[in-house]
């Protein structure tokens, strides 16, 4: 029997890794930072069961839940230079939608290029 070949770890995947690594290691006690699992390939009977669940399309995918700077949380949105190409990854219809209802209700939501970015917004978020 042929084992089918395991998928390729994407970039984006490698940076939001990267982010929690060095959140974990900074704030061992600071706000709870969660994943929110919606890029996570599924099954279709698992993606249908995550829909009912309240998965929905566009909710970025992490979230630091303290309020801070007169927002009641920050959202991540993680976005990774292609090593192949050196292209970004764009926000799609779902995400700029969503985005701009979390903006509206209180949200602060950013959408940094690597961790490194991502880092700096948490460090200017956490002290604003």
Do not use: C
């Amino acid at each position: 029997m042929q084992r089918s070949k395991p998928r390729p770890i994407r970039q984006e995947d490698r940076e939001q890794t990267a982010l929690v690594s060095w959140y974990r290691l900074q704030y061992p006690r600071g706000p709870l930072l969660v994943m929110i699992p919606n890029g996570v390939r599924l099954s279709k009977a698992q993606a249908g069961k995550a829909k009912g669940m309240g998965m929905t399309a566009g909710v970025p995918d992490l979230a630091l839940l303290a309020a801070s700077g007169g927002h009641h949380g920050l959202f991540i949105e993680m976005k990774a230079r292609s090593p192949r190409t050196g292209k970004i990854g764009s926000l799609s219809a779902d995400q700029r939608s969503v985005h701009a209802v979390l903006e509206k209700r209180g949200y602060k939501v950013v959408t940094p290029v690597g961790w490194q970015e991502a880092a700096e917004a948490i460090k200017a978020y956490l002290a604003s």
